[in-house]
């Protein structure tokens, strides 16, 4: 063999030992179990959607206050899962899953116990932290168990689909349990919680990208106290925005937000990185989270009550209804992999909220028209739609960040959505209930979402990838 023959020998050998596997062996359990956790945890945030009328009736809670019901899971989540994804980095994504998926079993369990508005609500915010805990480590396994960027694509895809399948298969259960007792669906996700904690304890491996210094509790607390200072005020303003408990909300809303900032500004272990703002991938996977809660999921969390309500329909044949939307959104989410090397993940979250906007315009009318049939374009295009989103969002929100740093940048781009779910399902409810009537009042809220979903589409496409 020629000198020259041995080098390129050597040169090959050193690109294949330097390119890193597309999974390590333990990456199918891993893919497994994190999606099965987000699954459920999905699930137990989207079981009210249908049952609403039925808790709302069991708890004697008002119209005002049924927002709370719906937003107490994402309220926890948007509170925790900056503070989860630094936790699971500094101390262990396995140690922080398994907590996480335990304490979802336990919470949602109780949950079932309810017997007031604030109790239920209680455990939903403790269900929304626990969740917090599962989908910001869960990212962080998966980029440990596949380090190579083409095996992390088709991981991501899998992950965002079963997210999809969650808020498809959630609703369904709760509707079926609802025909005996709605509280028997928390139960059920109870015990499926407990299930996969069990099954991670002996299939997953710890991996960790530790700082040093102490978890941020100081910015856990004002980030939190901001987000109920928010949702209370949206909440709230339903019976008049100019009112001083809404403005004072508000007000403690900005004041904690600016302490927040000046604490993570000093704090050596921060739970947000504010420097990576500065940059547009991350911007634009921000954004994409935070108006697919206001546009998206704030609206098809109260569009199933709303349906049952106006429509008369079971809460059976609305989980079926609903179903369509979501299903399609799994079955695209899980597809739209294929989409990689033809069009980039911030192009494919401006195509979903260019879908979710076109969809949603042609419910515009269907609810005074006492029709179900002319909701079925608006769900299976937004569907697309959201299938896109769910695909592109958590890919984006990986690679926008270092790859030791992964659960914190899901944790930010999912605090985000949840930030916007809690002020999409406030605002919803606010449009429906104080604008001259439901039906007038879903048109409005409509029309709001669409414009939401227009801006987000500019936006995203505003944030080239190179900046």
Request: glycine content about 12%; overall charge positive; charged content about 10%.
């Amino acid at each position: 063999m020629t000198r020259l023959d041995r080098t390129a020998v050597t040169s090959t050998d050193t690109a294949r030992s330097t390119t890193p596997p597309e999974s390590t062996p333990r990456a199918a359990p891993t893919l497994a179990l994190t999606s099965a956790a987000t699954a459920v945890a999905l699930m137990t945030y989207t079981a009210p959607l249908v049952t609403l009328p039925d808790t709302a009736a069991a708890l004697h809670t008002s119209v005002s206050a049924q927002a709370w019901l719906l937003n107490g899971t994402p309220l926890g989540l948007a509170a925790l899962l900056l503070v989860a994804g630094s936790l699971a980095d500094d101390y262990g994504r396995r140690r922080i899953f398994l907590a996480g998926t335990v304490a979802l079993g336990i919470t949602t369990a109780l949950g079932a116990l309810a017997n007031s508005t604030w109790l239920f609500t209680l455990t939903r915010i403790a269900q929304g932290a626990a969740s917090a805990a599962i989908l910001a480590s869960s990212l962080g396994l998966i980029v440990h168990a596949f380090p190579n960027p083409r095996g992390r694509l088709h991981a991501t895809g899998v992950w965002g689909a079963f997210v999809s399948g969650g808020i498809a298969v959630g609703p369904l259960l709760a509707g079926g349990m609802a025909e005996w007792d709605w509280r028997l669906a928390y139960a059920v996700l109870g015990v499926a919680a407990l299930i996969v904690a069990a099954l991670g304890t002996r299939a997953l491996t710890e991996s960790r990208a530790p700082r040093g210094g102490r978890p941020d509790l100081a910015g856990a607390l004002t980030f939190g106290l901001a987000l109920v200072a928010l949702v209370a005020a949206l909440t709230l303003g339903r019976d008049g925005w100019l009112r001083a408990p809404v403005g004072l909300l508000l007000a403690a809303f900005l004041v904690l937000m600016a302490v927040f900032v000046v604490v993570e500004r000093r704090s050596r272990t921060p739970m947000i990185d504010l420097g990576l703002f500065r940059h547009r991938r991350f911007l634009a996977s921000s954004a994409g989270g935070l108006f697919t809660g206001v546009a998206v999921i704030g609206v098809f969390s109260f569009l199933p009550a709303l349906i049952q309500r106006t429509l008369g329909l079971s809460a059976l044949d609305t989980a079926w209804l609903v179903l369509l939307w979501s299903g399609l959104s799994f079955v695209v989410a899980l597809q739209a992999r294929r989409l990689a090397g033809r069009i980039s993940a911030r192009h494919q979250l401006a195509l979903g909220f260019a879908l979710h906007a076109a969809g949603i315009l042609t419910m515009l009318g269907a609810l005074g028209a006492s029709s179900w049939t002319r909701l079925l374009p608006g769900f299976i295009i937004s569907g697309i739609g959201s299938g896109l989103l769910n695909a592109a969002l958590p890919h984006l929100a990986v690679e926008s960040v270092p790859a030791t740093r992964a659960a914190m940048g899901s944790g930010a781009q999912q605090t985000f959505r949840y930030i916007g779910s809690c002020a999409g399902v406030a605002l919803t409810i606010a449009l429906v209930t104080s604008s001259g009537g439901v039906a007038h009042g879903w048109n409005i809220a409509i029309l709001v979402s669409a414009g939401l979903a227009g801006a987000a589409a500019v936006s995203v496409l505003a944030l080239r990838e190179h900046g």
